[in-house]
């Protein structure tokens, strides 16, 4: 069975541009989180994703956002990128609201620089 | 709000010997789960151990164990006979009410040959 698997591996952007991150969840799975892991500041909570809906958001400002497909595969869209972007983007699947002890499986990440 | 604090930013063990990592929450909540990840340096995130915070009894995996402390809103890791492959950051993780996985700072461990 696939894991979560994100794209692109690695995504270098110059400031003011826009990066799109994606992720694809387990099969069968319909909840996506997503994370920021700057340097030395652990993970920091993005955005899930639920049944297609935005269940929760983190303390991000509004360029950061997200949609979930039909699918349930999930977009990251970071506008006017900074150069406090650059980070480790961590996308995570978990069966969703029905199972409170879900595990959560996690993708490889997206390395995106901004330079 | 929930908070998760790993007040360890590294630790070291020799190989074979027992280390704790530990992690403190703030919540308001009184059903919810407490989890441990691993990142090795391939990033790829492994779930170590879970515990349920209704269940009074420590959960247990193979080398890895718990000490939670619902009162003292503690939830430690205990690693016993370290290995070399158990270098990586660890990560304390609680999933709340709104199904939200809130993670700590993490803590890179060290495993000396």
């Known amino acids: 069975e696939a894991g979560v698997t994100q794209s692109p591996t690695h995504l270098i952007k110059t400031r003011g541009q826009q990066a799109t991150l994606r992720c694809s969840p387990i099969?069968?799975?319909?909840?996506v989180y997503w994370y920021q892991q700057a340097l030395g500041l652990g993970l920091q909570f993005l955005l899930w994703?639920?049944?297609?809906?935005?269940?929760n958001r983190g303390n991000f400002p509004p360029r950061f956002s997200g949609r979930q497909f039909p699918n349930y595969s999930s977009e990251l869209n970071v506008n006017a990128l900074e150069l406090e972007d650059s980070a480790l983007y961590l996308c995570?699947?978990?069966?969703?609201?029905?199972?409170?002890?879900?595990?959560?499986?996690f993708g490889q990440g997206t390395r995106l620089t901004v330079v | 709000a929930q908070t998760v604090t790993q007040s360890q930013p590294e630790m070291s063990v020799q190989e074979a010997e027992t280390v704790t990592l530990s992690c403190t929450y703030d919540?308001?909540?009184?059903?919810?789960?407490l989890f441990w990840y691993k990142q090795p340096p391939s990033r790829q995130m492994i779930l170590v151990i879970r515990?349920?915070?209704?269940?009074?009894q420590n959960a247990t995996e193979n080398r890895f164990s718990v000490n939670f402390q619902k009162a003292a809103k503690s939830f430690s890791l205990k690693i016993s006979d370290s290995q070399l492959g158990d270098a990586a950051m660890y990560f304390c993780?609680?999933?709340?009410?709104?199904?939200?996985?809130?993670f700590g700072t993490g803590t890179r461990l060290k495993v000396l040959a």
């Open positions: 515990q349920e915070a209704y269940k009074q």
């Open positions: 993780a609680y999933l709340s009410g709104t199904y939200k996985y809130i």
């Open positions: 099969s069968g799975h319909t909840s």
């Open positions: 995570a699947s978990s069966s969703g609201v029905q199972l409170m002890n879900t595990e959560a499986f």
């Open positions: 994703y639920d049944e297609g809906e935005e269940r």
């Open positions: 919540t308001s909540e009184s059903d919810y789960y």
